[in-house]
C-alpha cells in the first residue's frame, strides 16, 4: 500500500515538474490549460495508471489502486499547479504542460515523467 500511495504522490508531483528539453512542442498558455477543465483524465507514470477528475472551480479528486484523494489545482502565471491532501501533503506542485499526441506531458531533465489526457471524450 505505501508504494501505491508512494506512486500517485509521485505521479501528482510529476504534473507539476517544469518542461525541459521540449523545443518541438510549445507549453500550452494559460488559457489552453484552463479550458481542460472540467474533465476526468487517466494518467500514466513508469506504467501505472492514475484517473483524476478536475472541475472548472479548482477542485481534484483521484484515484489510483484503491488509494483516493482530494485537492484543488489552479494556475500560476502560465503554469498548471496542483495540490492534493494526502499525495502532496497540500503542497503545490506547478509546471508548464505540453500537448503531444493527444496526450498532455510534463517532462524533467531526464525525460518524460507523467502524461495524462482525457478520458471522457472518445479517444483515436
Same mark, same amino acid.
Given at each position: ?6 506512486? /500517485?504522490?509521485?505521479?501528482? %508531483?510529476? +504534473? *507539476?515538474?517544469?518542461?525541459? @528539453? !521540449?523545443? =518541438? &512542442? /510549445?507549453?500550452?498558455?494559460? %488559457?489552453? +490549460? *484552463?479550458?481542460?477543465?472540467? @474533465? !476526468?483524465? =487517466? &494518467? ?12 472548472? @472551480?479548482?477542485?481534484? &479528486? ?16 502560465? &503554469? ?45
Amino acid at each position: 500500500m505505501m508504494l501505491r500511495t508512494a506512486l /500517485a504522490a509521485s505521479l501528482v %508531483a510529476a +504534473v *507539476a515538474l517544469p518542461l525541459a @528539453g !521540449q523545443a =518541438e &512542442a /510549445a507549453s500550452l498558455g494559460r %488559457a489552453d +490549460v *484552463a479550458k481542460l477543465f472540467p @474533465g !476526468q483524465f =487517466e &494518467a500514466q507514470v513508469k506504467g501505472y495508471r492514475v484517473s483524476f477528475t478536475g472541475t472548472r @472551480g479548482g477542485t481534484l &479528486a483521484g484515484a489510483a489502486y484503491g488509494q483516493q484523494d482530494k485537492g484543488r489545482w489552479f494556475m500560476r502565471g502560465s &503554469a498548471l499547479c496542483v495540490a492534493f491532501e494526502k499525495w502532496t501533503k497540500g503542497e503545490a506542485k506547478c509546471g508548464q504542460i505540453t500537448q503531444q499526441g493527444g496526450w498532455y506531458v510534463a517532462s524533467s531533465n531526464d525525460g518524460e515523467v507523467l502524461k495524462f489526457r482525457r478520458s471522457d471524450v472518445a479517444q483515436n
